[in-house]
């Protein structure tokens, strides 16, 4: 997670701890990542792909109940497959709404 924050430009690389303490990244906080648990609580970690887009939409469409986020207006879905640091690929989406 904070490697994925740091190459994502959220922070600069080493400073991933500091930028997720104090709640910043939770449901409320200024960046809330993982809204739906993330993968070991909404389904295998390895399995993520899909299910990262469609929470993504049902984020921007309003559709979340008690795990949504307020005023969710743009969403970013990233996903990484394979050993981070060894052999990997990654894939990012960023949606909106008008």
């Known amino acids: 997670m904070l490697a994925t924050l ?3 430009g959220f922070c600069a690389p080493g400073e ?9 990244i939770g449901l ?4 809330p ?4 648990g993330g993968g070991l609580s909404s389904n295998h970690p390895g399995m993520r792909g899909i299910f990262l ?16 986020v307020a005023d969710a207006r743009l ?4 996903g990484t497959g394979g050993t981070i640091g ?6 990012t989406l ?5």
Do not use: T
């Open 33 to 36: 990542v993982n809204p739906d």
């Open 6 to 8: 740091e190459n994502l």
């Open 53 to 68: 887009v469609i929470e993504a939409v049902k984020q921007l469409r309003g559709e979340c109940g008690d795990r949504q």
């Open 16 to 24: 991933g701890g500091d930028f997720v303490s104090g709640g910043r």
């Open 94 to 98: 960023i949606l909106g709404v008008d």
């Open 86 to 91: 060894d052999k990997h690929s990654g894939a």
């Open 28 to 31: 409320g906080g200024v960046l």
């Open 75 to 78: 969403a970013l879905a990233h």
